[in-house]
């Protein structure tokens, strides 16, 4: 079972658009990288696989300056973001990005990284950002891991005669260290809910028969317990027994998760829920010239229907219009809440924003659909993935609309039954969508198709709470999206080789 935290993995991380997979990807895999060298980096090289979705785009999506911010300790939200390359070549840090073949490229988004330290201390990595922002190491030295920089982790890499000892060493804290041994040398991999002991670590690098130690330090708030559920029928079977709504079974999901009171939990949700509320003011203002390749036109369709001048008005607009309005600021690298990638964050808020501000939605209310929209994403992530460059955009904005469902059908008073068959319908209405991003940018088609989104989730939400009646489960639906997400050619997941993208017009842009 994947350990999926809402806050995390779903609804987050608070970041810089335009990508998750690319922008908070990219600097969760610097940060996790400064943090393994443990020393300040001189030399840094980053390949690309020429196959991959990061040798198309990772300059239109920033992946350079993320990866820069969070090997420089810069956050991803600072100013200094934009200007993290120059930053590093004022410290006297020279990184490279190269577009070459890599070994065994296991995903869209693999990347090698080789670090020189001011030392003189040397590392090279394998690395994957694997969507909605989560990213794993899978190669330290050539020897195989599963990192994800969601808990305090640790290599050990040892002459083999001494793997046994350390790993009693490290297994009082850490649960149940692996082995892996090759020739004379042998790896042990830890991972713990709480930080590593000094004591600990200065036994351990002071222990006979090791070599070299690597440190991993937590991107996020540590995973503290197992999830509760992991699928859709489980979710309808505790909310049954509990007599539970979606959202107040999220609650107690993500505070079990985290280790958290419901009391924080719903501050963390309206802190990102202001997050998403401040994007779409800050996109509807926006009065420059161009986002990147679109004029900025979500605040003229917005005023038009406020003032009834657009003949098709009414909450599916506005909640259109407001979606276009975050990914204006997702484009211009604003600052947005994935929810749950980059790609789709205008959806949620689009929804969530129109009936708290045009319905008169009690604030409680809208953060207890939030918080359900988080539960049926940690399901999705659980069961498949959120990475266009896998399955295309039916996981990216087609998740966003199931969510959103969900999240409309609990605020109104729907039970998790009704919220589950909402976000099944919502994501059967777009399976099979592809990512075909024009020229490389989070911007055509995904501006309109967060609208669309939008628009559908509150559609499927009025059908289901009518009395349509779902033949076809949320964890059945899933498991097809993601079926058909893997039948796509590479040319229709993220890569701008397929679809709109190779349009003339598209190509002149």
């Not at 991972?191 to 690597?214: D, H, Q």
Request: net charge negative.
């Amino acid at each position: 079972m994947k350990n999926i935290s809402i806050f995390n993995q779903v609804i987050g991380p608070v970041m810089r658009g335009p990508s998750s997979s690319h922008t908070a990807g990219g600097y969760f895999i610097g940060k996790i990288a400064a943090s393994l060298l443990g020393e300040p980096a001189r030399e840094v090289e980053v390949v690309f696989d020429p196959d991959g979705s990061y040798a198309r785009t990772y300059r239109e999506q920033a992946t350079d300056l993320s990866f820069a911010s969070g090997l420089l300790g810069i956050e991803l939200v600072d100013e200094r973001f934009f200007q993290a390359l120059d930053i590093a070549r004022e410290r006297g840090v020279k990184i490279e990005f190269n577009v070459r073949k890599l070994e065994r490229a296991d995903h869209p988004n693999a990347m090698d990284i080789e670090l020189v330290s001011a030392g003189g201390k040397k590392l090279k990595i394998r690395a994957a950002s694997v969507g909605g922002g989560s990213v794993e190491i899978r190669e330290i030295e050539s020897w195989p891991v599963n990192f994800t920089g969601l808990y305090h982790e640790m290599a050990v890499e040892a002459d083999a005669g001494a793997a046994e000892s350390i790993r009693q060493k490290l297994s009082r804290l850490a649960g149940e260290p692996g082995i892996q041994v090759r020739g004379g040398a042998a790896l042990v991999s830890a991972r713990a809910r709480e930080p590593f002991p000094e004591a600990l670590l200065t036994e351990i690098k002071s222990a006979p028969g090791v070599r070299r130690v690597w440190m991993i330090q937590p991107v996020c708030p540590v995973v503290k317990n197992e999830p509760p559920l992991s699928s859709a029928a489980e979710m309808l079977k505790l909310a049954g027994e509990r007599n539970f709504s979606a959202g107040e079974l999220a609650l107690e999901y993500e505070a079990e998760v985290l280790g958290w009171s419901k009391e924080q939990v719903l501050d963390e949700a309206e802190r990102r829920f202001r997050i998403m509320q401040r994007a779409v003011h800050d996109g509807l203002e926006f009065k420059g010239e161009k986002v990147q390749l679109l004029k900025p036109s979500a605040g003229k369709i917005f005023a038009d229907e406020r003032l009834a001048r657009s003949p098709l008005g009414g909450t599916y607009l506005r909640a259109g219009a407001r979606a276009m309005a975050v990914m204006h600021i997702n484009g211009l690298r604003g600052v947005v809440c994935a929810a749950p990638t980059g790609g789709s964050a205008g959806t949620l808020p689009g929804v969530l924003v129109t009936l708290f501000e045009d319905e008169g939605v009690p604030l409680e209310k809208i953060l207890r659909g939030l918080m359900a929209a988080g539960l049926i994403g940690a399901i999705v992530d659980s069961r498949a993935t959120f990475a266009a460059e896998v399955a295309g955009c039916q996981v990216e904005i087609g998740a966003a609309g199931a969510m959103a469902a969900a999240a409309a059908v609990d605020i109104f008073g729907g039970s998790a039954r009704q919220a589950a068959d909402a976000a099944a319908i919502a994501f059967q209405n777009i399976i099979g969508s592809v990512c075909d991003l024009v020229q490389g940018k989070v911007e055509i088609p995904c501006h309109t198709r967060n609208a669309m989104g939008a628009a559908n989730a509150l559609l499927c939400a009025g059908l289901i709470i009518g009395g349509y009646e779902n033949p076809i489960d949320l964890d059945e639906t899933i498991d097809a999206v993601y079926e058909v997400g893997k039948m796509l050619p590479p040319e229709l997941r993220c890569t701008a080789r397929g679809g709109l993208a190779l349009c003339p017009t598209a190509r002149k842009l």
